[in-house]
């Protein structure tokens, strides 16, 4: 769990127009932040800048009170899910949950590897896939691996960037109720992009608004619902 502040956050491309221009939001530890917005207007720039995947050009992102600006993405412990999964076709399901376990630098001894796993495979409905490769699997299966990748790691907050855009309208509800449950009973902070109106209204405690790389709105899905 953590607390991620974003203050006034701007990111340039090039000498362009800015892509996200003066962002700031708190977001509380354990809160579930919805990201909305049209297509083009920074939402994938901002997530990538909180994992530490792209540059921030002005402005400060602090993580439970320290400044990570600076910080290789590794050290930020947070993890991001894809939409398009991003998983290892020649690793099994198992052996891609237990990936980000297994890099030099996690140092997790190989009897809890395991465990985590289970654990995750438990939580995520996989136990009787964890051999299978993902080509073997269903769109929703995949994506529930790219999820216990990211419960796998005790990772201090999610990020995920459209996780149920590539599934069909009743996949994507079952999942929807997942996430959901998934994020209830681990209370870890998440920022979730989206521009699925029944995620936006459904899932978040909070939703944000980004148009042309601008904060709009940040408000409760209640309090945008009976807005005018
Ligand atoms: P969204 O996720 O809301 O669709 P993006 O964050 O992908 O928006 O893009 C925001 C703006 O930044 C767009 O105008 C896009 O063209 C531009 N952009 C995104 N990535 C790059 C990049 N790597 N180089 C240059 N411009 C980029
Ligand atoms: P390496 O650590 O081998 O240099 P990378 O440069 O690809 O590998 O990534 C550095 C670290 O950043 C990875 O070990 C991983 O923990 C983290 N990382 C990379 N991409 C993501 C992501 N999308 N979400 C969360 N963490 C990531």
Do not use: W
Not at 6 to 25: E, H, M, R, T, W
Not at 84 to 89: E, F, G, M
């Amino acid at each position: 769990m953590a607390r991620i502040e974003l203050k006034n956050i701007v990111k340039k491309y090039g000498d362009g127009f800015p892509a996200v221009n003066d962002v700031s939001l708190d977001i509380a530890d354990g809160e579930f932040v919805i990201l909305v917005g049209p297509s083009g207007c920074g939402k994938s720039t901002l997530l990538r800048m909180i994992v530490g995947l792209e540059d921030i050009t002005e402005g400060d992102l602090l993580i439970d009170g320290e400044r990570v600006n600076d910080l290789a993405p590794r050290d930020r412990d947070l993890a991001m899910v894809f939409q398009n999964y991003a998983l290892y076709p020649h690793l099994s399901v198992g052996e891609n949950i237990a990936f980000p376990l297994r890099l030099n630098h996690s140092k997790v001894p190989e009897s809890e590897v395991r465990d985590r796993v289970q654990r995750a495979a438990d939580m995520l409905e996989l136990n009787e896939h964890l051999d299978r490769k993902p080509a073997n699997l269903s769109g929703g299966q995949r994506q529930r691996v790219a999820m216990g990748r990211a419960i796998v790691r005790d990772a201090k907050a999610f990020l995920f960037d459209e996780p149920l855009s590539n599934l069909d309208a009743k996949l994507r509800g079952q999942m929807r109720t997942e996430i959901a449950r998934m994020q209830r009973s681990l209370a870890t902070t998440t920022v979730y992009v989206t521009h699925d109106q029944t995620e936006a209204m459904t899932l978040g405690d909070r939703v944000a608004v980004l148009r042309k790389g601008v904060l709009q709105q940040v408000a409760s899905p209640r309090e945008l619902y009976e807005q005018p």
